[in-house]
Structure formats: structure tokens, C-alpha cells
């Protein structure tokens, strides 16, 4: 069982579809999070939960909306996307500690694609 | 905020050769410092780390790097590639709570 499991690996999807992506870390870890990859870009932060309360938004739209039940489960709930929301989309969770964390441990990513 | 650069966005190198992927970063304050690897289709993956102490720094698949703060830099190295090697780099820094920034990437292609 990997640590960061993410479903599905690949979604195709019209513009007034109504979808969700799947995370879940088994590693026992109170942080979560999700990054935005888009080709010939750094990776992007949309997302940051932490003992399951949102901590960071960073200025996502609101067609994203994220939610975290409990501290190994997180989703990213699809609307209304846009074909530029096309990329591959990156969980990750981290064990938080005084002064922060120390590294994250990544999922294998679900690739979307918008048409 | 701190920012990351890595100065080349594709590095091809022969098989059994040497390779440097250079990362650069800017930050008033201590940092940690992270490389991680993406193979196709795959997550990033986490080759090596530092944190504090000696400034070179030993990682998975026979990769190193080394911490340089006079010149803010922390290069990744490997003395001889594989064509198992080829995949996308990614260079990190963290100095505050829950903030991580990545360089752009660089394609290494390792070729027989």
C-alpha cells in the first residue's frame, strides 16, 4: 500500500461536468495539500489543510473547492472548469511539528484533461 | 519569499557520464533545502534533503548534493547516470510553515 494514494490517474472532462478527485495518505500524517502541475511551470500550491482546517488558499478559483473529512482523506471537488485547468493535479500530505514541517510525501497525481 | 531557480531546463548526457543540475535560491532567512524526481507519469519523489549540518548531502540512487550559502546554491550531482536516471528534477525551498517553493524543473535524458 503506497503512503499517498490518489484516484482516479485520469480524468476526462467536459466544461459543465461536475466531478471530484481522491486522496489518501496512509502515512499517518496531520497535513494535506494540493498542487496544481502544468507543463513548463513550477509547481503550484492551491490547497494547505492542517489538522483538517484549511490554512492557505492561494487564490484559487472558486470552480476549485476543496474538502478534508479527516486528516488521511482529502478531495478536490471540479466545476465549471475551464480547458487552461487542464494539468496534472498533485497530493501530497507532510507531519507538521513545531516549527513546520520537513518534506512532503507526494501521490502519483491524477491527470485531467478539460475539453 | 524565497524563490528557486534552476538554471537549465534540459540536460542530455551520455549513459556512465557525469551530471550537475544546478538550483539556486534566494532567502534572508535559514533554509531547508530539497530535491525530488519525477518519473513519467509518476509523483515527485524525494532524492535528498538538507536540513542542518554538513553541507553535502548523500541521497537515493546514488545522487548528492551540496549546500553552498555563500553562494545560495544547492546543486545536485551524480558521478556516473544511468538511462534509469532520465526523469524531471525538481529543486525545493522551505523556510516558513507550510510554505515549499519549487524551481521549474530540469529534464535530464540520459542516452546510451
Known amino acids: 500500500e503506497t503512503g499517498v494514494t490518489q484516484t482516479p490517474r485520469h480524468l476526462v472532462m467536459g466544461m459543465t461536468n461536475k466531478k471530484s478527485l481522491k486522496c489518501e495518505q496512509h502515512l499517518g500524517h496531520n497535513a494535506m495539500y494540493w498542487y496544481k502541475q502544468s507543463a513548463k511551470k513550477p509547481l503550484e500550491l492551491m490547497f494547505v489543510?492542517?489538522?483538517?482546517?484549511?490554512?492557505e488558499n492561494n487564490s484559487v478559483p472558486s470552480r476549485f473547492s476543496p474538502e478534508c473529512p479527516n486528516s488521511s482523506h482529502l478531495f478536490l471537488h471540479l466545476h465549471t472548469l475551464q480547458p487552461e485547468d487542464s494539468a496534472l493535479y498533485l497530493c501530497?500530505?507532510?507531519?507538521?511539528?513545531?516549527?513546520?514541517?520537513?518534506?512532503?510525501?507526494f501521490g502519483e497525481g491524477s491527470r485531467l484533461t478539460v475539453l | 519569499a524565497q524563490s528557486v531557480t534552476q538554471l537549465d531546463s534540459q540536460v542530455p548526457v551520455f549513459e556512465e557520464a557525469p551530471v550537475e543540475l544546478r538550483c539556486n535560491y534566494s532567502?534572508?532567512?535559514?533554509?531547508?533545502l530539497f530535491w525530488y524526481v519525477q518519473y513519467p507519469n509518476q509523483g515527485l519523489q524525494l532524492l535528498l534533503k538538507y536540513l542542518s549540518g554538513s553541507t553535502l548531502v548523500k541521497g537515493i540512487n546514488g545522487f548528492e548534493a551540496e549546500f553552498n550559502k555563500s553562494q545560495t546554491s544547492f546543486h545536485l550531482r551524480k558521478p556516473s547516470v544511468h538511462i534509469s536516471d532520465t526523469a524531471e528534477y525538481f529543486c525545493a525551498v522551505r523556510t516558513d510553515l507550510n510554505d515549499m517553493r519549487f524551481g521549474a524543473g530540469t529534464r535530464l535524458t540520459v542516452k546510451p
Open positions: 501530497a500530505s507532510s507531519q507538521d511539528v513545531a516549527g513546520g514541517f520537513l518534506e512532503l510525501f
Open positions: 489543510y492542517n489538522f483538517k482546517e484549511q490554512t
Open positions: 532567502s534572508s532567512v535559514s533554509v531547508y
